[in-house]
C-alpha cells in the first residue's frame, strides 16, 4: 500500500470548501466498490486447529489438503503473536500515537510473524488480473490497516483540519484502491449526538507482477478521488459531487531509459495468511499491517 499520493489528498481536504465543492462533474456520485468477492479457499478449514490431521477437512473427508492450505492452517504460535499484536495496534492508535518502546515491540512481533510466513512465494500471482481465477489472487480482497511506521501516512494524523479514520486497500486485480475516511477533528470533541462529517479520499492504482520476486507488487497510480460522503449527518450524494484528479498514464516501457521492473512504485509482502497481511512499500519506506475485512462501507 503506497500512499506517495497522500500529501496530495491532505492538501486538497484543507481546500476542500473552496475547491472541490464548486466543481461540476456530470457522473453520479460513486464509491469505490466496498465488497470484493472472496477467494474459494475455505475459511473454516484454515481456522483448523494444527492438532487436527492436516489430511482430513472440516467435513470429515479424505481430501488431502495442498500445501499451501497446511502453510495457512492457524497455529497456536502464529495466533499468539498475532493476538500480541493487535493489542498492540489498538492501544496505540495504529502507529499514530505510538512511543519509541511501543514501535520498537511491535517490529519484534513483525519480524517474529515474517520468520513463519506461510506465503514465502507467489504471494503477488494474479495481480495483474486478466483471466486468473479467485483461489489464484491470495492478495485479492479488502484489507483495513491496523498499523503503519510509515510517514506519509502518519504525517497525515497531524493536520490541524480532520483526522483520518479508517484506511483500507482494496484489492481487485489489476486495480488496488487505497481509500482513506477523514473526519473533522473537531468532531471527535463534541457529544455523538452531534451530526458528524465524513470525506474519503481514494487513490487508485494499477498493479503488476514483478518478475525478480514473487512477492513484489507494482504500482502505477492512475487517480485520486475525495467523496464528501456526509456533511453535518447528511448524506451528500445529492448536492456534493466528487472531485477527481487523473494522473497522466505513460507507460514506463515507452521511456527512454526506464527498466519497468525497477521503477520504485512498490510493496513487497513479507506475510499473508488468511486474515493479515504485512506488507513493506519501497519509497518512502515503512511498514503497514492489515487484517482482513467484508467491506470498506463508511
Known sequence: MNFVASIILLALFNNIQTNAFGVTNNNPLSVTSCRVRSTSRSSSRLHSSSSAPSDVDDSGSSGLLSEEDRNWVETPERLAIKSKLLQLCASYDRGFGASPKARNQVQELVDELESMNPTPRDAARGINGGDSTAEDVPLKGIWRMVWTTALDVLTLGASPV????????????????????????????????????????????????????????GLNFEAVKLIPIELLGVQSSGFLPPFSINFPSIPLQDLPGVDPSNSPGFFDVTYLDHDMLIIKQNDPGGYFVSIKVDDCDP
Open 162 to 217: 480532520a483526522v483520518p479514520g479508517a484506511i483500507y486497500q482494496a484489492i481487485d486485480p489489476p486495480i488496488a484502491t487505497n481509500i482513506i475516511d477523514f473526519i473533522p477533528r473537531v468532531q471527535s470533541l463534541l457529544p455523538i449526538s452531534f451530526p458528524p462529517s465524513l470525506l474519503r479520499a481514494e487513490v487508485k492504482t494499477r498493479t503488476s507482477l514483478r518478475p525478480q520476486n514473487s512477492n513484489r507488487v
